[in-house]
């Protein structure tokens, strides 16, 4: 059974970076895209980034574009989120998230990683 693990997340100060990674047990993704959610307290969970396996395209939620970059690597089945100036605003629990290239709902999802923000 295909499992999403992510990790790096942690406490930053307003303007400091960090980076979260996404790792898939089992299957390759090369007909998915592998995504980036996040839900802070007392807000509905929202898009951040996404990436196309099979070529890397990838789209960026207004909010972040120029500061976060999503990539992959196939050969580890890895999926990063390089944050960058972040600010309080961006703090939440991180999920990566998988759907098929065919499908506009994502299926499997993982257990989250907390990302803090200091002012």
């Known amino acids: 059974q295909v499992q999403l693990v992510e990790s790096g997340g942690g406490l930053v100060q307003a303007g400091g970076s960090l980076r979260l990674s996404c790792t898939a047990s089992?299957?390759?993704?090369?007909?998915?895209?592998m995504a980036w959610f996040r839900r802070a307290p007392g807000k509905d969970r929202e898009f951040v980034a996404s990436?196309?396996?099979?070529?890397?395209?990838?789209n960026y939620a207004d909010s972040v574009k120029g500061r976060f970059t999503i990539a992959r690597d196939n050969a580890k089945n890895t999926v990063y989120l390089q944050m960058n100036s972040l600010k309080p605003d961006d703090a939440a629990v991180y999920y990566c998230?998988?759907?098929?290239?065919?499908?506009?709902?994502?299926?499997?999802w993982g257990q989250g990683t907390q990302v803090t923000v200091s002012s």
């Open positions: 998230a998988r759907r098929s290239i065919v499908m506009s709902r994502y299926d499997l």
């Open positions: 089992g299957r390759t993704f090369s007909n998915y895209v």
């Open positions: 990436i196309r396996w099979t070529d890397g395209s990838s």
